[in-house]
C-alpha cells in the first residue's frame, strides 16, 4: 500500500455518526465495532487538525415524527427508535474533542449529502478531497462516501478508523467503495502537507 498525501487547503476529515446510539454501551444501535474505532477516529482527526485541514463531524438525528407519514423509508421499522432529536444518544461521544471551528452536520437519513448544508459547505471552503471514518461501514459511511463520489469529491475511507456491526459487513463496504466509486487506504498511510 503507498502514502496517501492530502494539501490540507484542499481536504476535509468527515466523521461519520461517531455518536452514543451507535458507539457507546448504552446506545440503542450500539456496536462493539463502533466504540472499537474511537481512538482511531480521534487520532484521524487530531493529525487533520494539526495540519490545518477541515474537520467534518455528521449526526445521524431524527425528529420523533420523522417517518409518522413514510410511504416506504421508515428506520424506526427497520431499526427501532434511535438517536431520537434531543436525546443523549444523538451527542458525539465525549472521547472526541469536538472544537467550536469544526463542522457539524446534522443529518436525517444514512447519506449525510440528503438534504443538507454539506455539499455547499465543502465548496465553499475549496475542499477535493474527503478522508471519510466512522460508522457504520456499509450504511452511513458507505452511502455518505458513495453520495461525495457522485458530487466529485474525492471519497478516501481509512478503513482502520470505520466501525461495523460484523467484520463482513465492513469488508463489502471498503471493497465496494474501493472497486466503484472511491478510494481505500488506512490511517497511517494518510499524510496531510
Known amino acids: 500500500m503507498s502514502e496517501y498525501s492530502f494539501d490540507p487547503e484542499r481536504t476535509a476529515v468527515i466523521a461519520v455518526d461517531m455518536q452514543n446510539g451507535f458507539c457507546h454501551p448504552d446506545g440503542s444501535l450500539y456496536a462493539p465495532g463502533s466504540e472499537a474505532v474511537i481512538d482511531d477516529v480521534a487520532a484521524l482527526v487530531d ?10 463531524y455528521t449526526r445521524d438525528v431524527h425528529p420523533p415524527e420523522q417517518f409518522d407519514d413514510a410511504h416506504y423509508y421508515d428506520e424506526f421499522e427497520r431499526w427501532g427508535e434511535h438517536v431520537v432529536e434531543g436525546t443523549w444518544e444523538t451527542e458525539l461521544v465525549e472521547e472526541l474533542d469536538v472544537r467550536q471551528e469544526d463542522h457539524v452536520v446534522v443529518k436525517h437519513t444514512y ?3 440528503h438534504r443538507t448544508e454539506l ?3 465543502l465548496n465553499a471552503h475549496g475542499i477535493e478531497d474527503l478522508v471519510i471514518c466512522g460508522t457504520l461501514a456499509n450504511v452511513c459511511v458507505l452511502h455518505t462516501a458513495g453520495s461525495a463520489g457522485l458530487r466529485d469529491f474525492r471519497p478516501v475511507l481509512a478503513e482502520d478508523a470505520i466501525g461495523a456491526i460484523e467484520d463482513e459487513h465492513k469488508e463489502y463496504a ?10 481505500v487506504t488506512t490511517s497511517d498511510e494518510i499524510r496531510f502537507a
Open 174 to 183: 471498503v471493497d465496494h467503495a474501493g472497486w466503484l466509486f472511491g478510494e
Open 47 to 56: 493529525d487533520a487538525r494539526e495540519a490545518g485541514a477541515q474537520v467534518v
Open 119 to 121: 455539499e455547499g459547505w
Open 111 to 113: 447519506d449525510a449529502f
